[in-house]
């Protein structure tokens, strides 16, 4: 059974069009997280939610909207795509924010903006 | 500002060629550094976790240590199937920082 699914794991579309990443984990952590892994793979955090409730929001453009409908979900919405927006963005989870245990991570969403 | 900075950026080496990867580190209030490992077209897999200076941990091929400055991944005797992209993240109390990580390709 996966942990953190992800979907979906490729997405293609037009610069300027709204989507949606799903996240969601089994594993009954209470802090979930975005990351964005550029063409270097450089994995940078985006944001990260405890219990349904933003704490970190690391100077992400406001087109990057976040929406967590319960603790094992976490969602990314992001509006106006743009051209600098291709890349991995990947969802991890943890126990609790401030437990200094390891994040557990999904495989993936591929962005490419066209 | 803290970082986390890995080196090298890519290593081949030869099936059973033991080697190190370095992962330096400037993070005030540091609670933990991780290892993870990346294989292609996947997430991060959780290998270690370090949390004192002096501490190790071992598994299969790979052990990590820990200094105040640095920490080490050292791949003893690797088969091809230890190539991966090997991360370490230092744990802040407010967040991970990531390094970029070292390729490591194991050639057989």
């Known amino acids: 059974d996966t942990a953190v699914s992800q979907t979906p794991k490729y997405l293609v579309t037009q610069m300027g069009n709204d989507k949606s990443i799903k996240c969601e984990q089994n594993?009954?952590?209470?802090?979930m997280y975005w990351y964005k892994q550029d063409s270097k793979k450089f994995l940078k955090i985006m944001f990260s939610y405890n219990n349904k409730e933003l704490i970190i929001n690391e100077t992400v453009p406001n087109r990057f909207s976040p929406k967590s409908p319960d603790k094992a979900h976490l969602n990314l919405h992001i509006n106006s795509l743009e051209l600098g927006d291709s890349a991995v963005y990947f969802c991890a989870s943890s126990q609790a924010v401030d437990s200094n245990q390891p994040q557990h991570f999904g495989d993936g969403t591929r962005l490419s903006i066209l | 500002e803290d970082q986390v900075t890995q080196s090298p950026e890519a290593l081949r080496l030869q099936e059973g060629e033991s080697s190190s990867l370095n992962c330096s580190y400037t993070?005030?209030?540091?609670?933990?550094l991780f290892w993870y490992r990346q294989d292609p077209g996947k997430g991060p897999e959780f290998l270690f976790t370090?949390?004192?200076a002096g501490e190790e941990k071992e598994k299969e091929r790979l052990k990590a240590t820990l200094t105040k400055k640095e920490s080490f991944l050292h791949i003893t005797a690797p088969k091809p199937e230890d190539s991966a992209t090997y991360l370490c993240?230092?744990?802040?109390?407010?967040?991970?920082?990531f390094g970029k990580g070292t390729r490591l390709h194991i050639l057989p």
């Open positions: 370090l949390y004192s």
């Open positions: 993240a230092a744990d802040r109390d407010d967040k991970i920082i």
């Open positions: 993070v005030s209030g540091l609670r933990g």
């Open positions: 594993l009954g952590h209470d802090t």
